[in-house]
Nanobody, 114 residues
Framework: QVQLVESGGGLVQPGGSLRLSCAAS????????MGWYRQAPGKEREYVAH???????YYTGSLQGRFTISRDNAKKTVYLQMNRLKREDTAVYYC????????WGQGTQVTVSS
C-alpha cells in the first residue's frame, strides 16, 4: 500500500512563500510522474503541477511563474515551491502519482491570510 506524506504547509501572509514536500517509502516517487493537487474549501480537488520521472515540469496556466515543482531523487522527495502566495491559494495540498493516482494522503494545509 502506497503511503504518501505531505508536509510544509502552514499559515503565511499574502505575498509570502512556502515549500511543500512529499515523501513516500520505497522507490515509488523516483519511478513515477508525480503531481501536486489542491482542494480549497467547498471546491473540488484540482491539478496544480506535475513533474515527469526525468524532470520535465508542467503547470496549470494560472500558477506558472509563482509555483515551482521539483524532485530530489536522492531524497525520494517531490517539492512544491510556492511564491507570492495569494489568499485564493488557501487549500489542502496533496501529492500523488500523475495520471493514475494512488490512494490520497492527508495533505498539508496552506492558509494564506493576514
Amino acid at each position: 500500500q502506497v503511503q504518501l506524506v505531505e508536509s510544509g504547509g502552514g499559515l503565511v501572509q499574502p505575498g509570502g512563500s512556502l515549500r511543500l514536500s512529499c515523501a513516500a517509502s520505497g522507490n515509488i516517487i523516483n519511478a513515477n510522474h508525480m503531481g501536486w493537487y489542491r482542494q480549497a474549501p467547498g471546491k473540488e480537488r484540482e491539478y496544480v503541477a506535475h513533474i515527469t520521472s526525468v524532470g520535465t515540469t508542467y503547470y496549470t496556466g494560472s500558477l506558472q511563474g509563482r509555483f515551482t515543482i521539483s524532485r530530489d531523487n536522492a531524497k525520494k522527495t517531490v517539492y512544491l515551491q510556492m511564491n507570492r502566495l495569494k489568499r485564493e491559494d488557501t487549500a489542502v495540498y496533496y501529492c500523488n502519482r500523475y495520471g493514475s493516482p494512488w490512494s490520497w494522503g492527508q495533505g498539508t494545509q496552506v492558509t494564506v491570510s493576514s
